[in-house]
């Protein structure tokens, strides 16, 4: 018998009907989400007290890259895990200095809820090698 996600997503995409559909797909998971275009406005978030277990963010958006976003999120919650998506494929979203570890977790659009599942609960176990850096500093 399993048991209800109790993770907290933070989701930011700049394409409004994605972004519904994302948030309803994880609110029917049993995931607590918050989500909105503004990468700001994420930041603003993952700074206040409370939980945040993952950033769920596209990697071309408005106003701040996807990466840069990572980067900042991860500055100030470095214990949560970041999923990339994007409507490109890795090799492409690589030229958005996405720099995903072997065997990171990305999501590519268009998604189903089940591909949404396995990225989100493969993104919340993932470990990256412990010999792999960013080639971006994180902290």
């Not at 990697?59 to 949560?80: D, N, Y």
């Not at 030229?95 to 089940?114: I, N, S």
Request: glycine fraction near 4%.
């Amino acid at each position: 018998m399993s048991t209800a996600p109790t993770e907290n997503i933070i989701v930011v995409d700049d394409a409004p009907e994605v972004l519904a559909v994302a948030e309803d797909m994880l609110r029917t998971m049993g995931y607590a989400v918050i989500s909105t275009a503004d990468p700001h406005a994420a930041l603003r978030l993952a700074r206040r007290p409370g939980s945040i277990h993952l950033l769920l963010t596209d990697v071309v958006i408005s106003l701040m890259s996807g990466c840069q976003l990572a980067q900042e999120f991860r500055k100030v919650r470095p214990e949560a895990k970041v999923l990339f998506m994007s409507g490109y494929n890795v090799e492409a979203a690589e030229a958005y200095r996405v720099e995903l570890a072997p065997g990171e977790p990305f999501l590519k659009k268009p998604f189903t809820m089940d591909e949404l599942q396995r990225a989100v609960t493969a993104a919340l176990v993932y470990r990256p090698p412990a010999t792999w850096r960013r080639e971006h500093p994180q902290r």
